[in-house]
């Protein structure tokens, strides 16, 4: 085999190699544009879940303040209902001694 048999072989390996190097390139570079889509994508969804957990955030502060003021009017209601049975219970009371005495009267100006 002549040096330039030799030569034209390790042309042509070379030129193989970087054909092959090429290749591999275009695939890394078709493998990182595929990467840096779904890392696009990924943040992208990131950013959603975030905005929807302010949100959701905002949402149950709102229901907890509504919560906290029911509970308060709820509390006020009690108090009141509590209060309200107090004065019934008293009246009830007032008043079945009202009868007796009435009873009582009754008995004595029947005699």
């Known amino acids: 085999m002549s040096l330039i048999d030799k030569l034209k072989e ?3 390996q070379i030129k193989e190699d ?3 190097a090429q290749e ?3 695939e890394v570079k078709s493998l990182l544009k595929q990467a840096e889509v779904r890392e696009e994508k990924h943040l992208t969804e990131a950013e959603d879940i975030k ?3 302010r949100l959701l955030q905002a949402d149950l502060d709102k229901v907890n303040k509504r919560l906290e003021e029911q509970e308060a009017k709820l509390e006020q ?3 009141k209902g509590q209060k309200e049975e107090l004065c019934r219970k008293e009246l009830e009371e007032n008043e079945k001694e009202g009868d007796e005495k009435i009873s009582e009267l009754e008995s004595e100006s029947h005699h």
């Open 51 to 53: 905005r929807r957990i």
């Open 77 to 79: 209601v009690t108090q």
């Open 10 to 12: 390790k042309l042509t």
């Open 18 to 20: 970087i054909a092959k």
């Open 24 to 26: 591999r390139e275009a």
